[in-house]
């Protein structure tokens, strides 16, 4: 989060409004200060809860509930730092009592309480710690599912209905593996420091989620983050539209005007511009793991269509087809996207691996007509060619019918040409840029586009 003396003045007029006597008042006062957009505020209340713990040290209800002595064998997950199954129970027991009434103060006490209990790993002070993951492998708290439904369907409530009760229980166990985190977080904080835990244990912002290695929930919160991102960089095109339109001075009539007022130029005259709107061309590689990149940049160049006289979009792995129809139809479900590309464009021939030499000629041969003056090529690909030709005279044709190019990889730069990938070659005849995450996107689209 980019924090500059604005938020940090505005910060402390928060804290001299509310005070340092509700950590709950102190959170959502900074979080109102300091955030901007809504993909932050997970990464705020991480970074805050290490920061402002709720506490230090042992959880209170870890040192006043004794342990149990034990009444049968260990649990086998771990046989460094075994656990008594009558433990094991007595935490289950309780949080499925603490899940159907929703009652959050007992979660966040069995949260700490797990933590201790099942979390603990390592012999020595060099290898101690706190694992959320061994806590929760070993609580299973989804298993809990049918017995806090029984225990709600036995005192049913107005209002609640059964499709409704399931994904209630699911979001409070969510919930609970949230809390789980946190106290593991607190604890390794104590032991390796707060700063470099915040640095390694504390996850980015989804805009910052590498596209090559997201995971499918990430790749899904950043579809959703099409709408909104699109609208934002729709406004900072506009405005530098505005801003080319006004032109530059036209000498020659400004002399002209300035005789009237005894050759002092006042007033300038302007050559007037009337900038036509370009034509977007995506050539894009939906293979492999780049295939979640490509699928973004589809959906939030298409969201952002009204900026654009035209926009076309091909995909390809090996053979190249255009997919304009299936960008327009697939917004509404753009988790189906790459999908439906697969199976009904011809993008794939004799074999399943990328081939750029092969779909970049194929392109500059078939869809001669989607290039021209107007014409901004956008290709989206790591360049990696399984050693296969790259095909640079298929390139440089493009290059040469379009306005401009410019080469978008998901990888950084110190990848590039390393293995197979041909990206030093292709960087020489358009601009590649690197591309890793959606902010950098934004970034890119905001300033390269032509207005």
């Not at 511009?273 to 894009?284: A, Q, T």
């Not at 009204?306 to 327009?328: G, H, I, P, Y």
């Not at 040409?417 to 959606?438: F, I, K, P, Q, T």
């Amino acid at each position: 989060m980019r924090i500059g003396p604005g938020e940090t003045v505005d910060a402390a007029a928060v804290l001299k409004v509310l005070g340092l006597t509700d950590r709950a008042y102190i959170r959502e006062g900074l979080a109102a200060a300091l955030l901007r957009t809504d993909g932050q505020r997970a990464v705020f209340d991480a970074t805050f809860d290490l920061y402002f713990p709720l506490g230090v040290g042992t959880p209170e209800a870890a040192r006043e509930t004794p342990s149990p002595e034990p009444t049968g064998p260990a649990d086998p997950v771990s046989p460094v730092n075994p656990v008594d199954r009558s433990v094991l129970a007595d935490l289950r027991d309780r949080l499925a009592e603490a899940l159907a009434a929703d009652d959050r103060a007992a979660l966040t006490r069995l949260a700490g309480e797990a933590v201790n209990t099942l979390g603990r790993y390592g012999s020595g002070p060099a290898t101690q710690g706190w694992s959320a993951h061994q806590t929760l492998g070993r609580l299973q708290p989804e298993t809990l599912l049918a017995r806090v439904l029984a225990a709600l369907r036995a005192g049913r409530q107005p209002g609640y209905t059964d499709r409704l009760e399931p994904d209630e229980i699911r979001r409070r166990i969510q919930g609970f593996r949230g809390l789980v985190g946190t106290e593991a977080r607190r604890r390794a904080a104590e032991l390796r420091g707060t700063d470099q835990v915040a640095r390694r244990a504390v996850a980015p912002s989804t805009d910052q989620v590498d596209f090559l290695f997201a995971g499918r929930e990430q790749l899904a919160d950043l579809r959703r983050t099409v709408q909104p991102l699109a609208r934002k960089l729709a406004t900072r095109l506009a405005a530098r539209r505005r801003k080319a339109s006004a032109g530059r001075i036209d000498l020659r009539r400004t002399l002209r005007r300035s005789l009237s007022t005894g050759g002092v130029p006042l007033r300038p005259v302007y050559r007037r511009r009337r900038p036509g709107r370009p034509e977007i061309v995506l050539l894009c590689d939906v293979s492999g793991s780049v295939a979640g990149f490509a699928d973004f940049t589809m959906l939030l160049v298409q969201a952002m269509r009204d900026q654009f006289s035209k926009v076309r979009v091909f995909a390809f792995v090996n053979r190249t087809d255009e997919v304009t129809r299936l960008v327009s139809a697939g917004s509404a479900d753009p988790a189906a996207l790459g999908r439906r590309i697969l199976t009904e464009a011809k993008v794939i021939g004799f074999h399943g691996n990328s081939d750029y030499g092969a779909a970049l000629g194929e392109f500059a041969d078939r869809y001669r007509d989607a290039l021209g003056p107007r014409s901004c090529v956008l290709i989206l690909g790591d360049a990696r060619n399984n050693g296969r030709d790259p095909n640079l005279p298929a390139l440089q044709r493009i290059s040469e019918r379009a306005r401009r190019v410019y080469w978008l990889n998901p990888e950084q730069t110190e990848l590039w040409s390393s293995g197979d990938s041909a990206a030093h070659a292709y960087a020489e005849l358009v601009e590649m840029h690197s591309c890793r995450n959606a902010r950098r996107l934004g970034e890119l689209i905001a300033r390269l586009l032509p207005v």
